[in-house]
């Protein structure tokens, strides 16, 4: 078995904002009331007339971890992109991006598991590296939440934001580098509290369909909450515990940015130092797949993450979707 070691990092983010006073302009919301909420102050939202597309955007996180990695796309054996964005069903954008960076021949596919989707990719493409099958693998998380939003709808369009991330994973003979434990859930029977309908056939029998807009994030705020409250605490409790750690051994608590106020309330719950628990929802709002890989990549970059620091990637999402990897630098 192979260690696997983080060969380089990278993101990407659009340079348009949506503030919440913007918000306040076009829905009866308030600064303060969002903030007081879900600690968000302003989100990234890409501009599709500047040519700002899933692909544009993986592309240049992509190329961003590269170049941190000191290697060429040719190197890589294949690329794995989580995202609930993608350009159209076929082909799969993880091709389309594999040959943006010169990665000929390398496999490529995409992963849907909605916020959870880059830590599926980053747990599989482990898997595919730790038993010798491949030998360097980019992992992308990458979503354009604008592009499905209805901004009619509060509850749903005050929260996301566009934002990439990637990561190059090697295969490395050093054995303690990599994954400890890890895990990946879903729970399919509560699919109708986030979901994206394509057609009004996709609504649950009970939505009400004078009001039904496909191609649009479908969201029960309420029931994803509690239902993300619930499994976040548990999900590092299990994790800490497989790995045989405990929270204060954990240097960087690396978390998917859904709610400010959930994130602080498990931080609290586990006596982590808000240094140890990175939180930049308020600048990049919730990200789907791009927010752990973004987060990630700003920790490296900042000098707050290095090598042989132990972290810990939490996400959750549609699906509903959960996973976590304790992972050692």
């Not at 290697?71 to 389309?96: H, K």
Request: proline share 2%; charged share 20%.
């Amino acid at each position: 078995m192979m260690g696997v070691e983080i060969l380089g990092t990278g993101s990407a983010v659009p340079e348009g904002r949506v503030t919440n006073a913007d918000l306040e302009k076009i829905m009866d919301t308030s600064d303060e009331w969002i903030v007081q909420r879900t600690g968000i102050r302003e989100r990234c939202i890409s501009d599709p007339g500047k040519g700002e597309t899933t692909v544009s955007l993986s592309t240049e996180a992509l190329e961003n971890a590269l170049e941190s990695a000191g290697i060429s796309g040719a190197e890589l054996d294949m690329v794995i992109l989580g995202s609930v964005t993608g350009e159209m069903r076929c082909p799969a954008t993880a091709c389309r991006i594999a040959a943006n960076v010169g990665a000929k021949n390398a496999g490529a596919f995409d992963i849907l598991a909605a916020c959870s989707g880059w830590l599926y990719g980053l747990n599989v493409a482990t898997g595919m590296i730790t038993t010798g099958q491949y030998k360097t693998i980019a992992v992308i998380g990458c979503d354009l939440m604008s592009r499905i939003i209805d901004y009619e709808n509060r509850g749903v369009s005050i929260l996301f934001g566009d934002a990439g991330g990637a990561v190059i994973l090697r295969a490395t003979d050093d054995r303690t580098k990599g994954s400890i434990a890890s895990c990946m859930y879903a729970d399919g029977s509560k699919w109708d509290n986030l979901y994206l309908p394509e057609t009004t056939s996709d609504y649950p029998a009970c939505a009400d369909l004078s009001i039904a807009r496909p191609g649009t994030l479908q969201m029960n705020g309420r029931e994803v909450y509690k239902f993300a409250v619930g499994t976040f605490s548990k999900v590092i409790a299990q994790t800490l515990e497989r790995g045989g750690v405990s929270a204060d051994d954990v240097d960087m608590f690396i978390c998917h940015q859904s709610n400010a106020r959930m994130l602080e309330s498990a931080r609290d719950r586990f006596g982590v130092p808000e240094e140890k628990f990175y939180m930049n929802i308020d600048r990049h709002g919730n990200c789907s797949s791009g927010s752990v890989p973004l987060c990630l990549d700003q920790l490296v970059r900042a000098g707050r993450c290095k090598k042989g620091d132990l972290v810990l990637f939490v996400a959750f999402g549609g699906g509903l979707t959960w996973a976590a990897n304790l992972w050692r630098l």
